[in-house]
């Protein structure tokens, strides 16, 4: 095995070698990194042979990020599966950048001006994010919101006990303007020229996790619903 493993390095440096002056840099250096992880592929297959499953795990997962995860492409539902993993969606106000995680409904946000400027959401504690939601009253009304949100996963029962809480389940027109392309592509985590088929899709594996009864909020259910118009009217 560690034959065959020095015989694929020395083709690997051969063909690099020959190739450097008929690639540019950036050509050569994917097919480098596919290079390498095809020898990775082909050791880790190998080691899982001769049962070394630890070793084979690890260059099995270099090989998976060398390859690029499309490379890993499975029939069926895995695909669908595949497709939502790694996938998020951003919502952005003046002050937060909220993210949504298409596979599990998680909600992150990272606070982009103000006194907790850099700072992601998950690092502050509960008198820091009242604070945070104080800021955002007085200076981003459409930061509220998305606030709100992020306080319905992470303190259940919140509202219950907040004096003068606005329930933003019934609130739908905390933002202002019209939505650009690039917003709607960003909202439901899709690239610039997403097909209708990727449109609906992530359409609908957002509204299942964000719809106000499975928990979420009228305010994100009716953004992801002004998103997928957005980009239809597209196709139309």
Request: glycine share 12%.
């Amino acid at each position: 095995m560690m034959l065959l493993l020095g015989i694929l390095a020395v083709a690997l440096l051969w063909w690099l070698a020959k190739s450097y002056t008929l690639t540019d840099p950036k050509s050569l250096a994917r097919g480098a990194k596919a290079a390498a992880g095809i020898a990775a592929l082909g050791a880790a297959v190998l080691l899982g042979v001769k049962g070394r499953f630890d070793m084979a795990l690890l260059l099995g997962g270099f090989a998976a990020w060398a390859l690029g995860w499309g490379a890993l492409n499975l029939p069926g539902p895995w695909s669908k599966l595949q497709q939502a993993r790694g996938r998020f969606s951003r919502i952005r106000s003046a002050m937060i950048e909220m993210e949504i995680d298409h596979a599990t409904g998680a909600v992150e946000g990272s606070i982009l001006v103000g006194a907790f400027a850099g700072r992601r959401l998950s690092s502050l504690d509960p008198e820091s994010l009242r604070r945070l939601y104080d800021e955002c009253g007085a200076h981003d009304p459409q930061g509220v919101p998305l606030l709100e949100a992020y306080f319905d996963r992470r303190f259940a029962g919140w509202r219950e006990n907040a004096q003068g809480d606005r329930d933003t389940r019934t609130r739908t027109q905390a933002h202002s303007g019209i939505m650009t392309k690039e917003e709607a592509y960003q909202i439901l985590g899709l690239q610039p020229g997403a097909s209708l088929d990727e449109i609906r899709k992530a359409h609908r594996t957002l509204m299942k996790k964000l719809h106000p009864d499975q928990g979420g909020t009228a305010y994100l259910a009716a953004r992801v619903n002004e998103a997928r118009e957005v980009l239809l009217g597209r196709h139309r």
